[in-house]
Each structure stands twice: as structure tokens, then as C-alpha cells.
């Protein structure tokens, strides 16, 4: 079983777990919006640990065991994101830390790493864009996920039902090229996520959450090792804002996952765990 921790970030308790030997060099793994820790699927973290590394996730504000606040009154800015990132390594009693982020959580990462380079080690962004410094006139998202998305507008999200069903045609809106989607795998899934959600209407607060709060940052500024994941045919955020990010911060490796979408397909798992194994080797952060 997984060590789990619930650990005070400001006004919020955030649910935590870790996997692996606490001697290992650390890596915090940090998801997306609407995303509790489950979305990083305890297999990729076990495989992570048996790799060497100490793995910890954890459930975002509104997401899972975490502090959930009154639907439509999130109370929260991205700014608070990065501390309850800083607060799970805290209440792990670790200082630097490798810092991976997916989505959303990529963006999280990058802030971290800026805000706090004495904190990361590396930086991992999956399926993200960069935070500032890139130019515009990035192609935008593909025109049938925006058709998908504009439906959000219409869902009562106190109906369990409909949200259910909201987010399995996410996860198919956002899947690539590569596999087919598991419609009854993805819907017990996220079945069971919901199950140990304190309040699933609540998920609607990371949509209209109050942006950064901090300074203007620039991805330029990055100190520590970057790598980019980027799934080829993401409906999202295009290959281009991939190529973007990783042409931004001299000496950052990026690793194009061919028909990949917004996603951690299991199918390509391989090649994202051997990026993330290779890049954490390269950069060990300081006791």
C-alpha cells in the first residue's frame, strides 16, 4: 500500500501518497484540472519507484480527498496550486525534488521550478504549454474538442450522472490517433474516481479559478533541466506548443509520442517512462 498523508497547504488539507524508498531521489507528479491523484494510474507510479525514484501524488484543491470548497466560489489562485506542490514536499520533508506536470499540471511545474528553482531538480511538462516567453500564434485547440467543450457550458454539475458522462466524452474528446478508447474502462474509472471525490459538483471551481497571482514569468528563465512529452496528435494543446517549450530553454529535451494525445495512455507508457527514468538520472537533486 501506499503511504498516504494528509498535509495543510494555507487554508487546505491535501491528500497525498508516496511509493517507493524514501532514499530515492524524489519526484512529485502534479495533474491537471479537474484531476485527482488517480489520474496518475498506480501502476505508472509503482513502475517509477521500482525504477529507483520516491514517487508522490496527490489530489489537487477540489479533486479527490483534498479540500473542496462551495461550487461557483473556488476561494483559490494558480498561486495556491504552487504552494500546496511546495506544502506535499514539505510534509514529505523534502527539499528538492524532481517535479513533473501533466496538463494543467504542467504549467504548475513550471511556476514551481521558476518561483522556487532551489525546490526542482528538473522539470518534466507533459502535455502543456509554456507559462510566458514564447511567442504568439500557437495554433489553438482542434475545432471538435472546442465543439465537445462548449457542452460544459449546459452541464448541472450536481447531476453525478451527467458529470460522469461529461467526463468520459472529455477523455475521448482529448484521446490521440494512436489507440482505440476504452469507453467501459474509462468510464468505471472515472466511476471510482468520483466514488472518493468529497464533492464532485466542486470540480466546477477549476474551471473559473482565479488566475496567477504572482509576477509576469518567462519559461526562458528556467534554471533547472527541462524535458517536454508531447503527444503528436494532442486535440488540446497542439505538437507545436511542445516544440514551443522545449526550443524556449537552451539544452531541453523533447520527446515526441507519436499519435499521443492529451493523455497517459497506458500503451505508451513505455516511452514516457523511459524519458522520465533517463531525464531524473541526469539531474539528481541535492540531499
Known amino acids: 500500500m501506499p503511504d498516504s498523508k494528509a498535509i495543510a497547504s494555507g487554508d ?3 491528500c497525498a501518497e508516496a511509493f517507493g524508498d524514501a532514499a530515492d531521489p524524489p519526484i512529485l507528479l502534479i495533474m491537471g484540472q479537474m484531476a485527482s491523484m488517480l489520474w496518475w494510474p498506480e501502476a505508472f507510479c509503482r513502475r517509477l519507484a521500482e525504477a ?13 480527498r483534498s479540500t473542496s470548497y462551495d461550487p461557483g466560489h473556488p476561494g483559490y489562485t494558480t498561486g495556491d ?13 523534502i527539499g528538492r525534488a524532481h517535479i513533473v506536470g501533466m496538463s494543467g499540471g504542467g504549467a504548475v511545474a513550471q511556476l514551481v521550478t521558476l518561483d522556487h528553482p532551489e525546490r526542482a531538480a528538473s522539470v518534466t511538462a507533459i ?15 482542434d475545432p471538435a474538442y472546442l465543439q465537445h467543450a462548449a457542452s460544459f457550458m449546459d452541464l448541472d454539475w450536481s447531476d453525478r450522472d451527467a458529470l460522469v458522462e461529461m467526463i468520459v ?10 489507440h482505440p478508447f476504452d ?12 466514488a472518493r471525490t468529497a464533492n464532485p459538483p466542486s470540480l466546477v471551481n477549476h474551471t473559473i479559478h482565479s488566475g496567477d497571482d504572482g509576477p509576469e514569468r518567462s519559461v526562458r528563465d528556467l534554471a ?5 512529452i508531447h503527444g503528436s496528435a494532442d486535440p488540446l494543446f497542439p505538437l507545436e506548443h511542445g516544440v514551443a517549450l522545449a526550443e524556449a530553454v537552451p539544452g531541453a529535451t523533447l520527446v515526441t509520442v507519436e499519435g499521443g494525445g492529451h493523455e497517459l495512455h497506458e ?20 540531499a
Open 81 to 93: 496550486f504552487v504552494g500546496d506542490a511546495l506544502a506535499v514536499l514539505d510534509g514529505h520533508g
Open 52 to 64: 529507483g525514484r520516491f514517487v508522490i501524488r496527490y489530489d489537487n484543491r477540489d479533486t479527490g
Open 224 to 228: 533547472a533541466p527541462l524535458l517536454v
Open 169 to 178: 466524452r472529455e477523455a475521448e474528446a482529448l484521446s490521440g490517433t494512436r
Open 127 to 141: 502535455s502543456t504549454t509554456a507559462v510566458g516567453g514564447v511567442e504568439r500564434g500557437l495554433p489553438g485547440p
Open 12 to 14: 487546505a488539507t491535501i
Open 183 to 194: 469507453e467501459a474502462a474509462t468510464r468505471a474509472f472515472v466511476e471510482a474516481d468520483l
Open 267 to 286: 500503451g505508451d507508457w513505455d516511452q514516457i517512462l523511459d524519458a522520465i527514468v533517463a531525464h531524473t538520472r541526469a539531474a539528481p537533486p541535492q
